[in-house]
């Protein structure tokens, strides 16, 4: 079964529609330049709402202790995510301070994107793969896909996300040629910039579950 993770919570409704449809992860970023920013207060009122089954997931970028003390203090979440230049090493300081579940993010472009993704496994609960866009000064939530025929036939010790572009139109096409573990949306279930709609989020969620019925 293909676990479904909606990136960019902002606002009840969408919290409500995810938990409604069978999402598996939901996402919370904390990250100020990006359009899906949420402030600690508000994100702290959408976690105390999740019910059993579905994880908050905090997205950071390059995050400072400061940061993540303050977030994480406040904020009742599951799992951590790193959206940034994070160095293995870093990767497993925030691991061990924290003990909490956690998904590292990398912007794939070429091969030699995926090649260092080994030296973080020991670390990490989920490897997440993203579009690493051009002209972009966003980590992630641009609306681009990378080539998916680059993942084809790697294998990880790890489990892992599938991100970067994906929509209710061509995540079927995605699942055609790649077995990931799970698949992350953001900008593609959005009605304008940073804002989700309903009827994507629910559209996004009832095509990944069909599609994972048909091929079991």
């Not at 994100?43 to 089954?53: F, I, M, R, S």
């Not at 090649?115 to 496994?121: L, N």
Request: net charge negative.
């Amino acid at each position: 079964m293909t676990k479904i993770k909606i990136c960019g919570i902002k606002t009840p409704d969408i919290l409500k529609t995810c938990a409604g449809s069978g999402a598996d992860f939901v996402g919370f970023v904390f990250y100020p330049p990006s359009p899906r920013y949420i402030d600690v207060d508000t994100a702290k009122e959408l976690a105390l709402q999740l019910p059993t089954g579905l994880r908050g997931v905090g997205l950071f970028v390059d995050p400072g202790d400061e940061e993540l003390e303050h977030v994480l203090g406040h904020v009742p979440i599951d799992m951590i995510q790193l959206h940034g230049k994070e160095t293995p090493q870093r990767v497993a300081e925030i691991k061990a301070k924290y003990h909490m579940p956690t998904i590292k993010a990398f912007p794939v472009r070429e091969e030699a994107d995926i090649e260092k993704v080994h030296q973080y496994e020991p670390y990490v609960d989920w490897l997440l793969f993203d579009a690493k866009p051009p002209n972009s000064d966003l980590p992630g939530g641009t609306g681009q896909s990378f080539d998916w025929n680059l993942l084809k036939g790697k294998s990880f010790d790890t489990p892992w996300m599938l991100s970067g572009g994906l929509t209710p139109e061509n995540v079927v096409e995605a699942l055609s040629v790649l077995s990931p573990s799970a698949v992350d949306v953001s900008s593609g279930v959005e009605s304008t910039r940073g804002v989700k709609d309903v009827e994507k989020v629910k559209y996004f969620i009832k095509t990944v579950k069909n599609h994972t019925d048909t091929t079991k």
